[in-house]
């Protein structure tokens, strides 16, 4: 038998705890291939979130910036709570753009923060359960396996969420983006009528 190792298996994770999408990393988790990842999950700036958490957020977004992607334009990455600790106070670009109290919206008026940040770091501990079994999988096994798990793992978050009262929803992602092109359009049209006079 042949081994087929990965290097990781990604999962971006809304923060009440649903998983919107899986990517195997084959070599690194690469900073190109994070940005990729994150672009290929949320393929139009309409329907990327407005602030994302990643533990090494400073670094993916300084590799932006540097490329000039603009897909992330309307997003703030933040390092989330649980690693912003290790972000130190000498990273001036992480201090002046990528720690979590640099976003008072993320939190209530007493100080609390909105959102389970560490909901990643909770859910990479179930997700990691599968590893030993996965591991002589063939690639087609693999991802059936890894990807109902994650549906079976989402009906029951679906049905915890409700249980305490939180009314998860689904995006109508094609009306999202429809209304999205027609206000960037009609502003565009705008910008063009005013060079033109």
Known sequence: ITRNYT?????????????????TFYVAEAITAVGQFIQQTFPHPAVIPSHIFY???????K????????????CNLIVDVFHSHIHT????????????????ELKTADGKWIFNTSVAEQTNVWFGAFQPMTREMS??????FLDEMIRLRNEWMVQELQTKNAHPWIRDINRIIADYDEEHNSQQAENDMEVDI
């Open 7 to 23: 290097h990781n298996e990604q999962l971006f994770i809304y923060c009440c705890g649903m998983i919107v999408s899986r990517a």
């Open 55 to 61: 533990d090494n957020a400073c670094n993916l977004l």
């Open 63 to 74: 590799h932006l910036r540097r490329h000039h992607n603009r897909h992330f334009a309307n």
């Open 89 to 104: 106070d000498t990273d001036t670009f992480c201090q002046q753009n990528c720690i979590p109290k640099l976003f008072p």
């Open 139 to 144: 690639l087609v096994r693999y991802n059936f």
